[in-house]
């Protein structure tokens, strides 16, 4: 008898033309501190990769997955799960105050290696329900918040810098476009500001 087919075993019907992600975006304020850290930590530090567009800098929750396709099975499905799980969730406020270099892909990024458990406690049921939905695996509890500056090639070592820090009050379902830095929002879901 043939297994039936989860969301991670669509075929594929040509190279992967976008992605699926759950992500959350710095307010207005948080987003200039990131602008500013792009520019004068990256020359602090020698870097010469392009910054990454303003309306495109946020933190991955989780990601979906590549496709060829639009692929409106497993968009309905995330909304499913979302509505599900992030139904009357308060809103979380997130900090990042040191920069470093992901040595895999040669990100450099700003993170807290001693906070954000408001926002890994907002991760874990998120994930837990992807699961449910096939939209996960065990392994995407593993979850290091971060925010993307930049790309280049010159690893930079763990540092302290100027936090940022903003209140998240939604979370967003975005298809990017690959290779275009286009990203477009399929669904939201706000979190509610506690009394």
């Known amino acids: 008898m043939l297994e039936q087919l989860s969301l991670f075993d669509i075929p594929k019907a040509g190279p992967d033309r976008y992605r699926l992600f759950l992500g959350i975006f710095p307010d207005a304020k948080a987003t200039h501190l990131i602008c500013d ?18 309306n495109n800098l946020h933190v991955t929750l989780h990601h979906i997955g590549d496709y060829p396709e639009i692929p409106e099975r497993v968009v309905a499905s995330v909304i499913k799960a979302c509505a599900s799980v992030l139904a009357n969730r308060p809103s979380v406020e997130v900090i990042f105050d040191h920069a470093m270099t992901f040595r895999g892909n040669h990100a450099f990024v700003l993170v807290n290696p001693n906070g954000n458990e408001a926002l890994r406690a907002l991760h874990r049921p998120l994930i837990t329900e992807l699961i449910k939905h096939r939209l996960a695996k065990p392994k995407d509890f593993q979850f290091e918040p971060h925010v993307t500056m930049l790309y280049d090639e010159h690893l930079v070592p763990e540092g302290e810098v100027p936090p940022v820090i903003w209140i998240v009050k939604e979370v967003v379902l975005i298809l990017s476009h690959l290779g275009a830095t286009k990203y477009e929002r399929l669904g939201s879901w706000d979190l509610n500001v506690p009394s």
Do not use: A, D, T, V
């Open 37 to 54: 850290h792009q520019i004068n930590l990256g020359k602090q530090s020698g870097l010469r990769g392009k910054p990454r567009p303003r």
